[in-house]
């Protein structure tokens, strides 16, 4: 391109050639240049017609990108980085897809992170650490405000968890100097509405513990595909705050026996109970963390988690009985502006098969039945009428559940 004159070749021979073979070579020399810059000219055209393509085409790409960003997109879990791809298991229908990434995205991700995909499963972003399920399926209690005096008819129950939860939490040394493990998980089990989540509340209150609840229905159900995660999540949420009762209710829900269904979702519970099993296992580095779980369907257990090492300590915590049920009536009346013809025994003999929740529903009952009367003060006719209402609405509902 810097060729000036001097460094051009000239077609002729300067000495020997006449002027006119000079004109002559110069004359072919132009036609052959002319020739040359057509050619270039056309290609340069070509090159513009192939520019503007492509630019249409990039617009058209990054149009198309918005689009997608903007559409609705899937939550998936990153579940293995492989040399083919991502392996991503999408929420909801819990398939698992394998997908590509950028190489840019890819440094970014890492088992278990969370990433919104498209229509075509690529994943479009990384979710940011989600803390609103742990908070949606775990409740965090810094002080639960139950105590031992709130509970009737369990004294036995009671004995044994503040053995086995409230011993090893405020005095481990004694199991050090006995030379024995405490104890390290303790299984509540018996009818709904008996009191085991206000034993586990209470005891917790007692050690001056975090009380932290898990419903094991919400983990397989709710967040399918996440299960597993947020088992981890529940057991780190724990030992960040240590002293801590790990209250796991209707445990049934990650740890039935199999069944031989294989389905995506038995699977799914499978690995939650898995990792639940390996947390319980890993107990040594829980510290000052206790787990409780309670379940209305014992004979259901898989009897993987009854393993000693894991849920030892088998506590059972029925109905209550009759005096159970005496104490009771008087732990719900204590605020209550009952009147002097109130038998408590009386009511215990009525309400014969009642639970600590039937009991404490009968009570509130019969205070409105006082307000519905325009009373301020409760007649042991309202406790009756109470216990007569309740009696016949939990009929119902077990006959309708018989017919769903
Ligand atoms: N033994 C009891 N003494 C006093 N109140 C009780 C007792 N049992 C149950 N209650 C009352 O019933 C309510 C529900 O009890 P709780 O939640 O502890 O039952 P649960 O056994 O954990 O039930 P579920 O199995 O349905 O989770 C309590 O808040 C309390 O008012």
Redesign the pocket.
């Known amino acids: 391109m810097t060729d000036t004159v001097d460094d051009v070749d000239l077609p002729y021979d300067e000495e020997a050639a006449s002027q006119q073979e000079k004109i002559e070579a110069l004359r072919e020399r132009l036609d052959v240049l002319e020739g040359q810059n057509e050619e270039m000219r056309d290609k340069l055209l070509d090159a513009n017609a192939e520019n503007n393509k492509y630019q249409q085409k990039l617009e058209r790409l990054t149009h198309e990108n918005k689009k997608l960003k903007q559409s609705p997109l899937f939550v998936a879990t990153v579940q293995e980085l492989t040399d083919e791809g991502v392996i991503i298991k999408q929420h909801g229908n819990n398939q698992e897809a394998l997908t590509e990434v950028t190489e840019e995205m890819r440094t970014d991700l890492e088992p278990d992170s969370r990433v919104a995909v498209n229509n075509s499963l690529s994943v479009v972003k990384r979710l940011d650490k989600e803390t609103d399920v742990r908070a949606r399926v775990m409740q965090v209690d810094h002080s639960p405000d139950v105590t031992y005096e709130?509970?009737?008819?369990?004294e036995t129950q009671m004995q044994e968890v503040r053995e086995t939860v409230e011993m090893p939490l405020d005095r481990p040394e004694m199991f050090e100097q006995v030379g024995i493990d405490p104890p390290s998980g303790v299984l509540?089990h018996?009818?709904?509405?008996?009191?085991?989540?206000?034993?586990a509340k209470a005891v917790a209150n007692q050690t001056d513990a975090t009380f932290i609840k898990m419903a094991g229905s919400e983990l397989v159900h709710k967040f399918i595909g996440e299960g597993a995660k947020l088992v981890r999540d529940l057991f780190e949420v724990a030992r960040e705050n240590e002293p801590a009762v790990l209250f796991i209710?209707?445990i049934d829900a990650i740890a039935s026996k199999r069944t031989d269904s294989k389905t995506s979702g038995d699977a799914e519970v499978q690995r939650t109970m898995m990792q639940l099993l390996s947390e319980m296992d890993g107990f040594e580095e829980r510290g000052d963390v206790r787990i409780i779980a309670?379940t209305?369907r014992f004979d259901m257990l898989d009897p993987a988690i009854l393993r000693p090492g894991r849920f030892d300590r088998l506590i059972e915590?029925p109905k209550?009985d009759h005096a159970?049920r005496e104490?009771?009536f008087k732990?719900?009346t204590r605020n209550m502006n009952v009147a002097d013809d109130v038998d408590f025994v009386e009511l215990a003999d009525v309400a014969t098969d009642a639970?600590?929740?039937d009991?404490?529903a009968i009570c509130t009952e019969a205070g409105m039945f006082a307000i519905r009367d325009d009373r301020t003060e409760i007649y042991m006719d309202d406790f009756v009428s109470a216990w007569e209402k309740i009696s016949a609405e939990s009929t119902d509902e077990s006959v309708s559940r018989a017919f769903a």
């Open positions: 709130d509970i009737g008819g369990l509540l018996g009818p709904p509405g008996t009191g085991k989540t206000m034993l209710d209707e309670a209305n915590v209550p159970g104490i009771i732990i719900h639970s600590g929740a009991i404490k």
